[in-house]
């Protein structure tokens, strides 16, 4: 069985899908999944599958979006959290995604009117292209450790570890603008301050590093 980790370092975002139907029993999954996350997080996710319109825009093609029928969307209730909730959840389906042998991307902004019902009080975050991709992905540049961390030599494996699985979470345009800091087992994730979609990178930092570390291990400021 393939271990947290495991899906960390295989994922990899994919924009390109074969044309092939998600299977009735991967969707049931999926499902079940979302409604578990939007009970812990106070979120409404919404899937939608073999429904091509909201990747057939102009915008889509720029994004270089190709055979995109089916996609998550991350929404709830409007609040100051909602986007890092977003963020930690959202990656925590992706993950499962992988698990279930689909390929992701996150996608801010090229793409069409998704088909999600919101209410008045609530807010459409971001949206998740999901299925079979036609390749895997590939692995892109990234920071050191040193670069997103006050980690040093001496420090305990786990926060090692949670800083290793941060650097392998997507983030917007790759800007990986985050922070980790900790005292005795007190971890403190800071955003950066200038960038594009920084609240529901640090969701999905923090997801990471909280799989990676294992959250026995810490606690968050």
């Known amino acids: 069985m393939q271990t947290k980790m495991d899906l960390i370092r295989k994922r990899h975002s994919v924009r390109q899908y074969k044309d092939k139907s998600i299977p009735a029993n991967i969707r049931e999954a999926l499902d079940a999944y979302a409604d578990q996350l939007n009970a812990q997080g106070g979120l409404h996710i919404q899937l939608f599958y073999d429904e091509p319109e909201c990747f057939s825009t102009r915008l889509a093609h720029y994004g270089r979006f190709e055979n995109c029928k089916n996609y998550i969307v991350m929404a709830g209730k409007k609040a100051d959290h909602l986007d890092e909730r977003c963020g930690f959840y959202g990656e ?45 992905g590939g692995s892109r540049k990234s920071k050191t450790a040193e670069n997103v961390s006050n980690v040093r030599p001496d420090d305990p494996d786990w926060f090692k570890n949670g800083i290793e699985a941060a650097l392998l979470a997507p983030t917007a345009v790759n ?33 990471h590093f909280e799989l990676g570390a294992g959250k026995e291990n810490f606690k968050w400021d």
């Open 92 to 136: 925590l389906l992706v993950l499962k995604a992988q698990e279930l042998g689909l390929n992701t991307c996150w996608v801010a902004l090229t793409h069409g009117k998704s088909k999600a019902v919101i209410g008045p009080e609530e807010k459409e975050v971001i949206v998740i292209a999901l299925g079979y991709g036609k390749t895997q």
């Open 175 to 207: 800007q990986q603008k985050f922070r980790f800091e900790r005292e005795g087992d007190t971890v403190r994730a800071k955003a950066g301050l200038i960038g594009t979609c920084l609240k529901i990178d640090l969701g999905i930092v923090k997801c």
